[in-house]
């Protein structure tokens, strides 16, 4: 029995489009690490990574053509990762804020 009737084959423009978006934003990211931007060069270079990571997922992972169930999988473990690193960096940000106690 097949499961998977309706899988479409996506087109070779299709992946050219996804690749030339990818080296496009690769491009972007090489560019924006040589100019100085001060405290907003991880953040920018983090925004590039993620949507980098969104096309892999909408186009190669196939996320545009899955079942609603499947998005909100891929989304809930997203918005995990994103709350661990929210916790994870408001630990590592708020160490210097506690006053340490006198050495021995």
């Known amino acids: 029995m097949d ?5 479409q084959i996506p087109s070779a423009a299709t992946y050219v489009g ?16 040589m100019v100085d931007m001060g405290v907003l060069n ?8 993620g949507t980098k990571a969104t096309i892999v997922m909408y186009f190669f992972m196939e996320l545009r053509h899955a079942p609603p169930l499947t ?3 891929a989304i809930a473990g997203i918005a995990f990762l994103a709350i ?3 916790l994870v960096f408001g630990d590592y940000f708020g160490r210097g804020l506690l006053a340490r106690p006198p050495a021995w």
């Open 84 to 86: 661990l690193l929210i």
């Open 18 to 33: 996804v690749f030339l978006a990818l080296m496009v934003l690769t491009a972007i990211t090489v560019g924006a690490a």
């Open 71 to 73: 998005r909100m999988a």
């Open 42 to 49: 991880t953040p920018i270079a983090l925004a590039i990574a």
């Open 3 to 7: 499961t998977h009737g309706n899988h």
